[in-house]
């Protein structure tokens, strides 16, 4: 089951039929299914509050994944800053909405196992998320 939920922040306009779709689609491109992933979206300062508690960091980011996955059952929670996404969007020239479904499957591919933690590995990262935002568009 995926859900989405707010935390102290208006949750963002998302369909989230298709979009649940779509998660499970590209986690089964990877070879997986989806158990229970939890989004959470949220504030600059409540991303980073969660930072500093659970991962000892004390700096700002657009997500956080806990990975709970089991064998090849995804299970998360994935927290989202939306006051990262919109700066990030505006940095980056692009549509909020499209900032935001880049994130959604970030997450999901971290899940599945990919880091992004060398240049190397992110560029793999963004060539996936592409290709996963690619089959967005082909998704009922």
């Not at 208006?10 to 992933?37: C, H």
């Not at 508690?53 to 939306?82: C, K, R, V």
């Not at 990919?114 to 009922?140: I, W, Y």
């Amino acid at each position: 089951m995926i859900r989405f939920s707010a935390d102290s922040i208006e949750m963002p306009v998302l369909d989230e039929r298709q979009t649940g779709r779509w998660i499970k689609a590209v986690a089964a491109d990877y070879g997986f299914s989806v158990g229970n992933i939890n989004y959470i979206f949220c504030s600059d300062e409540r991303e980073l509050e969660v930072n500093r508690q659970f991962l000892g960091h004390d700096y700002y980011t657009d997500i956080i994944t806990f990975d709970y996955t089991a064998g090849l059952t995804l299970n998360g929670d994935i927290f989202i800053s939306l006051d990262t996404v919109r700066s990030n969007a505006e940095q980056l020239g692009i549509g909020f909405e499209d900032e935001l479904r880049r994130i959604l499957i970030h997450g999901v591919l971290h899940l599945t196992g990919q880091g992004d933690k060398t240049p190397e590995s992110k560029e793999q990262m963004t060539r996936k998320e592409n290709l996963a935002l690619e089959k967005l568009k082909k998704t009922p």
